[in-house]
Antibody, heavy 121, light 110 residues
Framework: EVQLVESGGGLVQPGRSLRLSCTAS????????MSWVRQAPGKGLEWVGF??????????EYAASVKGRFTISRDDSKSIAYLQMNSLKTEDTAVYYC????????????WGQGTLVTVSS | SYVLTQPPSVSVAPGQTARITCGGN??????VHWYQQKPGQAPVLVVY???DRPSGIPERFSGSNSGNTATLTISRVEAGDEADYYC?????????????FGTGTKVTVL
């Protein structure tokens, strides 16, 4: 069974940093691209960024709203994806979901339960 | 940047058909994916690549995509289909490729 479990969320002050982790199980993690998607309270879904599998260079893409502040990385030996968030703003407050890209598609076929990040002084 | 527009809400009686539209410039040239999100839960992929269903998704869910509109159709609607639905594409047409989500549609079962 595919499982994605996010951790690392919490309350953080504006301007500070936070790192989220996504621990995967039930599939060969290194074969898949992984995305982070967020949802502000009462709002819609917003893509944050993704990281390709090593077979496709392990490169990353980011939404304009987070580019230069957020960094996605992966440790295939541990089946973990990371989201490093720096210079956090109040508008980054959201539930952050880790998602898996469906093989051969840009659809996101598995989602974690999400972790809440609250940016507030 | 690329914009996907959905109606804020759709209401449908049980057993009837719900159609949720997703409008975007020449969206027919892109692959569209649809997600269902129930309150307090993570989204679930219900249709990918315009019209394919992941395993475990009922055949009542179908998708189409042409021109400037993609459509998610839910046939024989059940109370359990009440949820928010989002369309999504990968937009590689600009200098800054990115995933785009639609504005979301709340489906209410009367």
């Amino acid at each position: 069974e595919v499982q994605l479990v996010e951790s690392g969320g919490g309350l953080v002050q504006p301007g500070r940093s936070l790192r989220l982790s996504c621990t995967a199980s039930g599939f060969t993690f290194g074969d898949y691209a992984m995305s982070w998607v967020r949802q502000a309270p009462g709002k819609g879904l917003e893509w944050v960024g993704f990281i390709r599998s090593k077979a496709y260079g392990g490169t990353t893409e980011y939404a304009a709203s987070v580019k230069g502040r957020f960094t996605i990385s992966r440790d295939d030996s541990k089946s973990i994806a990371y989201l490093q968030m720096n210079s956090l703003k109040t508008e980054d407050t959201a539930v952050y979901y880790c998602t898996r890209h469906r093989s051969g598609s840009y659809g996101l076929d598995y989602w974690g339960q999400g972790t809440l990040v609250t940016v507030s002084s | 940047s690329y914009v996907l527009t959905q109606p804020p809400s759709v209401s449908v009686a049980p057993g009837q058909t719900a159609r949720i539209t997703c409008g975007g410039n020449n969206i027919g040239s892109k692959s569209v994916h649809w997600y269902q999100q129930k309150p307090g839960q993570a989204p679930v992929l219900v249709v990918y690549d315009d019209s394919d269903r992941p395993s475990g998704i009922p055949e009542r869910f179908s998708g189409s995509n042409s021109g400037n509109t993609a459509t998610l159709t839910i046939s024989r609607v059940e109370a359990g289909d009440e949820a928010d639905y989002y369309c999504q594409v990968w937009d590689s047409s600009s200098d800054h490729p990115n995933y785009v989500f639609g504005t979301g549609t709340k489906v209410t079962v009367l």
